[in-house]
């Protein structure tokens, strides 16, 4: 995850990179950016948490994004 996150940034630095793990003790998963990941979700996960995670990452994509 952490290599995949690094190759993909060098790619696109403005990717939007979602870690899922089934290990609620997880760093990643407590502190996602700081491994490069833009949000976590923890598995098994929700419609409803998958839906505001990616709500909360595509409002914030847009009020970067210049017109």
């Known amino acids: 995850g952490r290599e995949a996150v690094r190759e ?3 790619l ?3 990717a939007i990179v979602i870690a899922a793990s089934g290990y609620s003790d997880d760093p ?3 502190d ?3 491994s490069g990941f833009s949000a976590s979700i ?3 996960f ?3 948490s998958l839906i505001e995670t990616l709500d909360k ?3 914030n994509s847009s ?3 210049n017109p």
Do not use: D
Request: charged residues 25%; glycine residues 0%.
């Open 8 to 10: 993909i940034r060098k």
């Open 12 to 14: 696109n630095s403005n």
């Open 28 to 30: 990643v998963i407590a």
């Open 32 to 34: 996602p950016q700081s």
């Open 42 to 44: 923890a598995k098994p």
């Open 46 to 48: 929700r419609k409803k």
């Open 57 to 59: 990452l595509n409002n």
């Open 63 to 65: 009020q970067s994004i």
